[in-house]
């Protein structure tokens, strides 16, 4: 499975960006698809994710400021984010999983700075 992201960027405090993935290839009808996350100096951290079943989770750190949705015809998640603040900074990557293990993307840099 071979992921393709986009989005990211610079943005101020206070401001949004709008993440995409689609993933290709040999994709399973039930799957799990979404974002991590990390800044500088940390750990990889789960942002969010979306199954196939409309299922989600996301990061305590991101709730009621990050929509993780999908389009499952199209194999797409999208990860909306408002009201950023400078420690959401980081690389963002995509990943799709399911029953054969995870692929990841080639991750986007999100900077939040004024």
């Known amino acids: 499975v071979q992921l393709q992201a986009s989005g990211g960027g610079l943005v101020q405090p206070g401001g949004s960006l709008r993440l995409s993935c689609t993933a290709s290839?040999?994709?399973?009808?039930?799957?799990?698809m979404g974002w991590y996350r990390q800044a500088p100096g940390a750990k990889r951290e789960l942002v969010a994710g979306a199954a196939t079943s409309g299922s989600t989770n996301s990061a305590d750190s991101v709730k009621g400021r990050f929509t993780v949705s999908r389009d499952n015809t199209k194999n797409t998640v999208n990860l909306q984010m408002n009201r950023l603040k400078p420690e959401d900074t980081a690389v963002y990557y995509c990943?799709?999983?399911?029953?054969?293990?995870?692929?990841w993307g080639q991750g986007t840099l999100v900077t939040v700075s004024s």
């Open positions: 990943y799709y999983n399911d029953y054969r293990g995870t692929s």
């Open positions: 290839g040999s994709t399973n009808s039930v799957n799990s």
